[in-house]
């Protein structure tokens, strides 16, 4: 409960600073760093809550070992943490209608001007281009990896609620990509693109709900219950 506190906490402050951050003559949005940090910080606060709520249901004591399983979660989560990164980058630079077409990038697949801000590092915070090319390259990357995660997941023996959350999962990846091709084809649109960011960002935070639930249940080390490797 005193994490909770020192995270609510927290959330504040960064919420004032992000706000501090737009409060320039003339400029009135708030940086895109600033924003991502909030975001983040709020998805840690959510994290964190949810856990502790799990940890407390009778249909999440049963746990289930499999260090192999575990460790692909882990791979998916680190790999998410960047897109979500990467996601709040998008919104805060309004990156989506510098490029609303898909498959391609405004017709490449390697669109022109990825490195026309100078380093690597700068154009990786701040050209829009590259950060548009880095959400959608994660994104396929991510959906390949919770197909092979899921093929594995499926084949273990959990309870009825571990079962429902892997399928819960790939579920939710799928409407991800989908909700995310539609937002940036019609990011001109700018009553659609409100929704579809916003049902964008409800749907992200479903999956960091999910892969929570799965972290609960799953082990490295046998503790009772279902054994798996
Ligand atoms: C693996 C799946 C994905 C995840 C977890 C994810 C996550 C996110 C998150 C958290 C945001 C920030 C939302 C906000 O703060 O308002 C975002 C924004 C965005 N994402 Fe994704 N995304 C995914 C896939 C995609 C794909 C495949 C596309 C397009 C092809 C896409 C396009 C966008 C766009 C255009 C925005 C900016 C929306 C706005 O300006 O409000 N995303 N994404």
Do not use: C
């Not at 737009?22 to 983040?40: A, F, M, Q, S």
């Not at 989560?77 to 709040?88: A, K």
């Not at 499926?154 to 995310?180: D, P, R, T």
């Not at 972290?215 to 503790?223: D, E």
């Amino acid at each position: 409960m005193a994490v909770l506190f020192v995270l609510g906490a927290l959330q504040g402050l960064v919420g004032w600073i992000m706000v501090k951050s737009g409060l320039v003559p003339e400029k009135y949005y708030v940086g895109h760093v600033e924003l991502t940090t909030h975001l983040i910080a709020a998805i840690v606060l959510l994290v964190y809550t949810a856990w502790f709520a799990f940890n407390l249901l009778p249909s999440m004591q049963q746990k289930i070992f499999s260090p192999a399983l575990k460790n692909k979660l882990t791979l998916l989560s680190i790999l998410l943490f960047f897109q979500l990164v990467y996601g709040g980058f998008m919104a805060g630079l309004k990156a989506a209608s510098v490029a609303p077409t898909w498959p391609s990038i405004n017709g490449k697949y390697f669109p022109e001007y990825m490195f026309a801000e100078g380093s690597l590092a700068n154009n990786l915070l701040n050209n829009t281009i590259m950060i548009h090319f880095v959400h959608r390259g994660l994104a396929y990357l991510l959906l390949l990896l919770v197909i092979f995660y899921s093929i594995n997941a499926f084949k273990v023996k959990g309870n009825k609620l571990f079962n429902s959350l892997n399928k819960l999962l790939l579920s939710l990846f799928l409407l991800q990509v989908l909700l995310g091709i539609l937002t940036v084809i019609n990011s001109t649109d700018k009553q659609k693109m409100v929704w579809l960011g916003v049902s964008h960002q409800l749907v992200a935070m479903l999956i960091v709900l999910t892969i929570t639930g799965l972290f609960v249940f799953l082990k490295k080390q046998i503790q009772g219950g279902q054994i798996d490797k």
